[in-house]
């Protein structure tokens, strides 16, 4: 089992910034992806940013160049660091661990998540 524990998010100016962390506990060595994913209102949750272990991010095109995601195996946690805020980035942001362990196959693990509000 894993646990993911989200901290950060709030309510933030258009052209802002924010940062959002997420660490994992438990079976930490079984997780092979993070990531993180956000669901608006109204609307179907969608995918943000992956970062697997030992590889590259990979970014939805809709925050390309403004949303980084630094992953930090030593501590295992990782970051979304979220910069130019739009209020189309209004959402409830999850963080999202895919693990593989034998006796589980593998599994999907979510954060809590949480609020993230760009308004004047």
């Known amino acids: 089992q894993v646990q993911l524990v989200e901290s950060g998010g709030g309510l933030v100016q258009p052209g802002g910034s924010l940062r959002l962390s997420c660490a994992a506990s438990?079976?930490?060595?079984?997780?092979?992806?993070m990531g993180w994913y956000r669901q608006a209102p109204g609307k179907q949750r969608e995918w943000v940013a992956t970062?697997?272990?030992?590889?590259?991010?990979n970014y939805a095109d809709t925050v390309k160049g403004r949303f980084t995601t630094p992953r930090d195996n030593a501590k295992n946690t990782v970051t979304l660091q979220m910069n130019s805020l739009k209020p189309d980035d209004t959402a409830v942001y999850y963080c999202?661990?895919?693990?593989?362990?034998?006796?589980?196959?593998?599994?999907?693990?979510w954060g809590q998540g949480t609020q993230v509000t760009v308004s004047s």
């Open positions: 970062i697997p272990r030992g590889g590259s991010p």
């Open positions: 438990g079976n930490i060595f079984s997780i092979y992806t």
């Open positions: 999202n661990a895919q693990a593989w362990d034998s006796d589980n196959g593998s599994s999907d693990y």
